[in-house]
């Protein structure tokens, strides 16, 4: 397996463990944690203390429950630029970062558009209006095709570990 050694860090069967219970429940207890990875409290507060340090856990957050809150309907979107230019994809990015409907936005390659957007709505009604009022009025934009999510089959945030050694 190829590695970058100025990304990568070594972590052992313990940080593993550590990581794996946190990206299932960032919510427990140090002592809760020390528990499920076989330490006592004060190693297991120094590792993962270690692992923020690094920079491998980036922050902590809370998932909502999207249908208990009214937003029922997500979309796929990939997005076609007019040109490609370092500053036209600067003011998109800049302008998508604003809109708390947009989850996920990626610059990708492979397809006829630059960007894909995971957006979250309460329904078809509000897309329409978020299609119309915000995406297509940001300059550049000249192309939108969009899907949406019947059900969703998978949806995890967890990283594979398995591939660490």
């Known amino acids: 397996m190829p590695s970058n050694d100025k990304t990568l860090v070594k972590l052992d069967k313990t940080d593993r463990k550590i990581l794996e219970q946190l990206q299932k429940d960032g919510s427990l ?13 004060s190693p297991c507060l ?3 203390r270690s692992l923020e340090d690094s920079g491998i856990i980036v922050r902590t957050a809370t998932i909502l429950d999207h249908k208990k809150l009214g937003l029922a309907l997500t979309a796929v979107i990939l997005i076609g630029m ?5 500053e036209r994809f600067a003011d998109f990015e800049e302008q998508i970062a604003n809109y708390p409907e ?37 300059p550049g934009v000249s192309g939108v095709h969009s899907s949406f999510v019947l059900r969703r089959v998978i949806d995890s945030t967890a990283l594979p570990l398995g591939y660490l050694s």
């Open 46 to 48: 120094r590792r993962v």
């Open 29 to 41: 207890t140090n002592q809760q944690l020390a528990e499920k990875v076989g330490l006592s409290p």
């Open 102 to 138: 947009v989850q996920e936005c990626y610059l990708i390659t492979g397809q006829s558009a630059d960007y894909m957007l995971k957006v979250v709505v309460p329904d078809m009604d509000h897309y329409h209006q978020f299609l119309l009022n915000r995406i297509t009025r940001i």
């Open 82 to 86: 007019d040109r490609h230019t370092p």
